[in-house]
């Protein structure tokens, strides 16, 4: 099978696992909504918030680094999972360790004295996937991406099912002549902590089906490879922050920045938080892509034909991305009824975040450099430089255009980080990739965004008729260009 196809099959796979998750998981959001009250909700969403930035620090980035060592010759992949794994769980049990320990005190910090058990409910749930990071990552080298995606399907079924079990079907038996058996598994006061331990068991069945890959350690540790993997891999923690800032501060400010009272502040933050997940769909496929495409680029790194191939990439990526762009945009009078009518008054950003959302696509692709190179220190600076705009942008710019002003900060930071990774690549890493034909893409999506927009009050046409041709042309002008350049490249 030609390397691209099987690329492309992988990253569906890693896609409709993606996908499904993504819809039980918003599924569950309307059941804990009128299960509990706003301020017992919060306190998840305070939990969870706090999950990005911590996963960073479990992790350190020794996923990224175990992919660059694995094909080493010096060192081989099975010493250099094992050396990965043991210091993830070692850096994990001391996280967990110090959390068990200090539940009274870091509940009292943070406001929740009455329940010290969240405190190391959490902690358990992050050290458990933290460590899970690793054979998971080990699957993905080895391009079993059916039992990733299994597994993963597995844990959203037990997060799914559990919850289900202790907040709805427990409580009614509770109140209605209960089982003797109920007071074994269920207790009313623990409440909101169910959630918790919903997330926990999935974690801990997710744990166990990947306890083949957790055997590795019998490889033993390598002390040299260890200082170079902890050399390569420590800067990816600070990429990582930078990435979560970039992702997640602009609705952390709008809060506080906007120029209205707090209930107006609040509502056009649950308008823009809306309309972002419209722009889910760029994600969904990045973060698939992602999964299949960071082992492939370090294994495929030593062949004569690497950086064509690369090239190739990216191209086919942006050619799906800008068809993303075109579905969502298009049809956006169907993809507006995925939220209520009151949010639909910032559907005018979805495209400036889906574009966003493209160039984040095109920076993971061009930031192989940085990995492949050795160079993670200057890929820092990149995230930290993309975060250092993300901010200034929000703080300059909220105030004066509101949400529209994130959404636009978004685009600029993402297309600032994509452009100075090209240029750095071509210096340290040059590739050759197409760029007037990549940009030729994106200018011609955006081109019948805007077509669509203008001719639609001039036209008598269906709306969707409209929107089908000007896809049907996008469709067209790529088997144009494309129906000469075929993906037949042999591993």
């Not at 998981?25 to 009250?37: A, K, M």
């Not at 669509?452 to 709306?463: F, I, N, S, T």
């Amino acid at each position: 099978m030609g390397i691209l196809k099987k690329l492309a099959s992988q990253t569906a796979i890693y896609g409709l696992s993606s996908i499904f998750a993504r819809f039980l998981n918003y599924l569950l959001v309307p059941l804990l909504t009128y299960s509990f009250s706003a301020q017992e909700y919060g306190v998840v969403s305070e939990f969870y918030a706090y999950s990005g930035f911590l996963s960073v620090l479990l992790l350190c980035g020794f996923e990224t680094g175990y992919f660059r060592f694995r094909d080493k010759e010096e060192t081989g992949r099975d010493t250099a999972y094992s050396t990965a794994l043991i210091f993830t769980m070692l850096l994990n049990l001391v996280f967990f360790l110090g959390i068990f320990f200090a539940d009274k005190q870091l509940a009292g910090m943070l406001n929740y004295a009455k329940h010290p058990e969240y405190v190391w409910w959490f902690g358990l749930i992050l050290t458990l996937d933290a460590v899970a990071s690793l054979p998971f990552a080990r699957l993905r080298a080895e391009q079993k991406a059916f039992r990733f995606a299994g597994i993963k399907l597995v844990e959203i079924g037990v997060t799914v099912l559990s919850t289900l079990f202790f907040i709805v079907y427990c409580p009614k038996l509770y109140a209605n002549n209960p089982p003797p058996w109920l007071g074994y598994v269920y207790d009313p006061a623990i409440g909101l902590g169910y959630v918790f331990i919903a997330n926990l068991l999935a974690s801990a069945c997710k744990f166990l089906l990947l306890s083949p890959q957790l055997a590795g350690i019998v490889w033993g540790f390598n002390r040299h490879l260890f200082g170079r993997m902890l050399r390569y891999s420590a800067p990816m923690v600070v990429i990582g922050f930078a990435g979560i800032i970039n992702e997640m501060l602009d609705r952390a400010l709008l809060k506080y920045l906007l120029p209205f009272d707090f209930a107006t502040n609040m509502q056009m933050l649950g308008v823009y938080s809306a309309c972002y997940k419209l722009a889910m769909l760029m994600s969904l496929f990045i973060q698939a892509f992602r999964y299949a495409a960071e082992p492939f680029f370090f294994a495929y790194a030593n062949k004569t034909d690497a950086r064509d191939v690369y090239a190739k990439v990216l191209k086919f990526f942006v050619i799906f991305c800008v068809l993303i762009f075109l579905l969502v945009t298009l049809y956006i009078d169907v993809f507006q009824y995925f939220m209520g009518e009151e949010f639909r008054t910032g559907l005018h950003v979805v495209p400036v975040l889906l574009l966003a959302n493209l160039f984040l696509g095109v920076y993971v692709n061009l930031s192989i450099w940085y990995k492949l190179t050795d160079r993670t220190g200057m890929g820092a600076w990149v995230s930290l430089g993309g975060a250092a705009l993300t901010i200034g942008l929000n703080v300059w710019w909220i105030p004066l255009y509101g949400y529209e002003g994130s959404a636009w900060a978004t685009l600029a930071c993402y297309a600032s980080m994509a452009a100075a990774s090209y240029l750095l690549g071509r210096w340290f890493y040059p590739v050759p990739y197409p760029v007037m034909r990549i940009l030729g893409y994106i200018l011609l999506g955006i081109s019948l965004y805007f077509a669509e927009e203008w001719l639609r009050p001039y036209l008598a046409w269906p709306w969707w008729l409209l929107s089908s041709g000007l896809l049907g042309e996008y469709l067209l002008t790529v088997a144009l260009l494309e129906k000469r350049r075929p993906l037949h490249i042999k591993i």
